[in-house]
């Protein structure tokens, strides 16, 4: 029995409701907070159709077209473009509809879509925006710490286990030993053999960041570290788990890489630092235009 052929008259309905749907959704939103286009029986240059006052753009209607035409990888068919133009009203016709059933008060998907939509709208400049080298040098200099390399430590240690009905004090007696070994001179190895326990978690003999040897020996192990200079031999450090002797045997401080290293990354941060305050000042003006009331005290 031969497949029945694959009618794609059917879909694209449905596909050009979705292929514009973004663009109802953006429409929407500047429905809600901008200008609205003038009412008129003309459509302005620019411009493809005029639905109760909301202007269709020929920059969006030909989005459409385009991505009709590279799902169906062939040739515009006549009538398509009619046909795309249709949908796009009849999109822009629920859209509106579903604003006046008040959807955007009360869906939150909707209400999702549409502030998702208008911050999209007032960040979009920055996406592409361009800074130049002296200014963005500028602004590595102003955020030295956010582009500063956490500092990394090379750490090998003795632990000593206390269950909790163990004799705590006999145990740190072996950590306070263990640590006048190391610090007479003793090859590390051979106390830790001597005096120390199998650890849990073994810790890798390399450079790890604070953050990485905190998930391995804790924080308050690390506490006692973290300002020491390599060669250190620590006092017993108790944590949850025991008595922990440490010996810092390689650090590298913080360091800020040179800006010709991290360009990009500067450019990147630039951008959504420039966005961010673009849209808290957008948000702020829109609060000083509104009526704006809240209940005191809050329940």
Request: hydrophobic share 40%; charged share 25%; net charge negative.
């Amino acid at each position: 029995m031969e497949p029945e052929p694959h009618d794609t008259s059917s879909r694209r309905p449905l596909l050009l409701l979705a292929a514009g749907a973004a663009i109802g959704i953006a429409m929407a939103a500047w429905g809600l907070v901008g200008p609205g286009a003038s009412a008129g029986g003309s459509v302005p240059p620019g411009a493809v159709a005029r639905v109760n006052g909301v202007l269709i753009t020929a920059a969006d209607y030909e989005r459409v077209v385009n991505a009709l035409a590279q799902d169906r990888r062939s040739a515009l068919q006549p009538g398509d473009r009619e046909l795309v133009l249709n949908r796009l009203i009849d999109e822009e016709l629920l859209v509106q509809r579903g604003l006046e059933l008040g959807f955007a008060q009360h869906d939150s998907k909707v209400r999702k879509d549409l502030s998702t939509g208008v911050i999209d709208a007032v960040v979009a400049e920055y996406a592409d925006l361009q800074p130049g080298d002296d200014e963005l040098q500028v602004y590595y200099r102003a955020h030295l710490d956010f582009f500063t390399r956490p500092g990394r430590l090379r750490l090998r240690q003795i632990w000593l286990r206390a269950p909790p009905a163990a004799d705590v004090a006999a145990i740190e007696a072996r950590a306070a030993e263990a640590t006048r070994r190391l610090r007479a001179g003793e090859d590390f190895e051979t106390v830790r053999t001597a005096l120390g326990d199998p650890e849990l978690s073994p810790l890798p003999d390399s450079l790890l960041p604070i953050t990485k040897l905190s998930d391995y020996l804790g924080p308050t192990a690390v506490r006692g570290v973290l300002r020491q200079p390599a060669g250190t031999i620590t006092d017993p450090v108790r944590s949850s788990t025991g008595f922990h002797v440490l010996q810092v045997v390689e650090r590298e401080d913080d360091a800020a890489p040179p800006f010709a290293d991290v360009k990009p990354q500067v450019a990147a941060e630039y951008r959504r630092r420039r966005a961010e305050d673009a849209l808290r000042t957008y948000l702020q003006d829109l609060r000083e235009r509104a009526d704006v009331a809240t209940a005191t005290p809050l329940p």
